[in-house]
């Protein structure tokens, strides 16, 4: 979880670069253009490598009722075909354009991709268009009130709300299962969603998450006995400095809940995996989004889940 010490890091992480937290928002899009491309710096602007095929894409701003109100959400998704479905929880600065570009990337990998705003109850996305921005108009006190009210029954509710719209998507192959990542305080959401979907949820990947081993019932970890899920979680190596039994806490759960789980500390800070995070590091970044692809696409298969028969018509 981001706190004032992690917003102490990242400017001195920008200060190290001779940046301000303004001069590093104001260089945002070409950040996201090279970080968020199929392969990094080798990549050409529309997303692929020189001489390989641009799958075409398909996107909208979309809305999903939920209990609570209209959840607004980005989808993105293959234009061609049907697809496994990835539901995607944010960091704290919520839904923007560095997770829009996150999305279109995985989606170039055949996947139907939605961002949920994890803020909906109290206003439309972006509430910051940058991570910088975050930093220099709210930061962890201002979204507080806000963060606070994300608990364990809010976020399942959610993500019902959402993967329930999702598989009824056309381009989305329902049979193959649905995955779930989270990013930050998007990794107790991820793991909070396998349990609460756990008739679709057939992947799930954290990357530097937060508080995945916390006190009381509700701690994301003890959510992996209810699941059915495959796990892949990627911890920040100064999170592992915060809690340093919580790799060995998780691996302990998966054991017991007999799920799969790759559970490793990255070389990189919390923050690492988004492209407009003052501590963003393209190669530990690669390596985890290498580690993400391979485990969607060993889990989440045409006929991984048994969809129910259609309904019989009436007769007249």
């Known amino acids: ?15 190290r670069r001779g940046l301000s937290r303004r001069e590093f928002a104001a260089m945002g899009t070409a950040v996201l253009a090279w970080a ?62 560095a997770f829009k570009a996150m999305a279109r990337r995985l989606a170039r990998e055949g996947y ?57 998507q056309p381009g989305v192959d329902a049979s193959a299962g649905v995955g779930t990542m989270g990013f930050c305080m998007g990794g107790p959401f991820a793991m909070w969603t396998a349990s609460a979907v756990s008739e679709w949820v057939r992947a799930v990947a954290t990357f530097h998450g937060s508080r995945l081993v916390a006190e009381g ?27 340093p039994t919580a790799d060995d806490t998780l691996r302990d759960a998966a054991k017991a809940a007999g799920r799969p789980a790759e559970i490793e500390v990255y070389p990189a800070d919390h923050g690492w995996m988004v492209a407009d995070s003052p501590v963003y590091a393209e190669s530990p970044a690669e390596g985890a989004w290498q580690r993400l692809l391979v485990l969607f696409s060993e ?18």
């Open 36 to 97: 968020c491309s199929p392969t990094g710096s080798n990549a050409d602007e529309r997303g692929a490598t020189s001489g390989a095929e641009v799958i075409p894409l398909s996107e909208d701003t979309v809305s999903i009722a939920t209990p609570d109100g209209q959840a607004d959400a980005f989808f993105v998704y293959p234009a061609k075909g049907d697809h496994p479905a990835v539901l995607l929880w944010t960091d704290i600065a919520g839904l923007r354009e």
């Open 112 to 168: 139907g991709v939605l961002i949920l705003n994890p803020y909906y109850r109290w206003a439309r996305s972006p509430q910051w268009d940058s991570f910088a921005e975050w930093m220099d108009k709210s930061g962890v006190d201002g979204v507080a009130p806000w963060r606070e009210k994300l608990t364990k029954d809010a976020i399942s509710s959610d993500a019902k709300a959402a993967i329930g719209w999702l598989v009824e």
């Open 1 to 15: 979880m981001c706190d004032e010490n992690d917003n102490a890091r990242f400017d001195a992480a920008l200060a």
């Open 217 to 243: 019932e509700d701690s994301p970890h003890r959510s992996l006995a209810d699941s059915k899920a495959a796990y892949l979680i990627a911890i920040a190596r100064n999170d592992d400095e915060k809690d």
């Open 299 to 316: 889990n989440l298969r045409h006929g991984s889940v048994m969809l129910p028969p259609p309904e019989a018509e009436q007769p007249l």
